[in-house]
């Protein structure tokens, strides 16, 4: 079976930096994907992880250890626009194959 | 415009009735998958159509079918609907590796 743990809401104060954490267990493991997803819109696309390491992009960045099954997404220097879901997802297979998606992270950011 | 385009935006049909979601991938896609998402619930996977052919099943009840044409785009056919069915239908598409999954705008349906 597959299983990606987030957790389900975090807070935090605009302009300030927050971690969104990922832990995951599948039968494989070809890459992970981080989404936001507004409410009641479609998951967009924020960034790709498949080797060990930190990748940067503008104020997102993303972590992945393979050997712990872990994940994180970096938020710096909050707006309030940020204020969505954070979408973990692996791919377990490689090529086209389906994203197993965790349950999302809301995340409210406050004045 | 993510170039995903899914038809109707909004359904709203009673219990027992049957529907019809409709998904055309980005230009050059071979790949649809559709997604189910509830309230307060994470995207499920339904089903994946590669190339005209089902490549992957997920958690699909045997209510709900779907094809993908020639052309690629895809329809989903869920019939003998019920209320728990009401949720939002995402098909997405990939050109496959890191390039990520492009997701449509989404099908909100409502059982009444």
């Known amino acids: 079976g597959q299983n990606i743990d987030q957790p389900t809401e975090m807070t935090a104060t605009e302009g300030a930096i927050v971690q969104i954490n990922c832990t995951y267990q599948t039968s494989g493991f070809n890459g992970l994907f981080w989404y936001q997803q507004h409410a009641g819109e479609a998951p967009t696309f924020l960034s790709y992880n498949v080797l060990d390491g930190l990748e940067e992009k503008g104020r997102f960045s993303s972590f992945l250890s393979r050997s712990k099954g872990y994940s994180y997404l970096l938020l710096k220097e909050l707006q309030m626009k940020d204020s969505a879901s954070y979408l973990c997802?692996?791919?377990?297979?490689?090529?086209?194959?389906?994203?197993?998606f965790g349950k999302g992270t809301r995340l409210s950011v406050i004045a | 415009d993510s170039g995903v385009t899914q038809t109707p935006k909004h359904l709203i049909t009673a219990t027992g009735q049957r529907v019809t979601l409709r998904c055309s991938p980005r230009?050059?896609?071979?790949?649809v998958y559709w997604y189910q998402q509830s309230l307060d619930q994470g995207l499920q996977f339904l089903i994946q159509y590669y190339n005209g052919e089902e490549r992957a099943k997920g958690n699909i009840l045997e209510r709900f079918s779907a094809q993908q044409f020639p052309d690629l785009h895809s329809e989903l056919n869920l019939s003998s609907l019920e209320l728990g069915d009401s949720a939002l239908y995402f098909c997405a598409s990939n050109q496959g590796g890191r390039t990520g999954y492009t997701f449509g705008s989404g099908t909100r349906l409502t059982v009444v």
């Open positions: 230009s050059g896609d071979l790949s």
């Open positions: 997802a692996v791919t377990v297979h490689s090529g086209n194959t389906p994203l197993v």
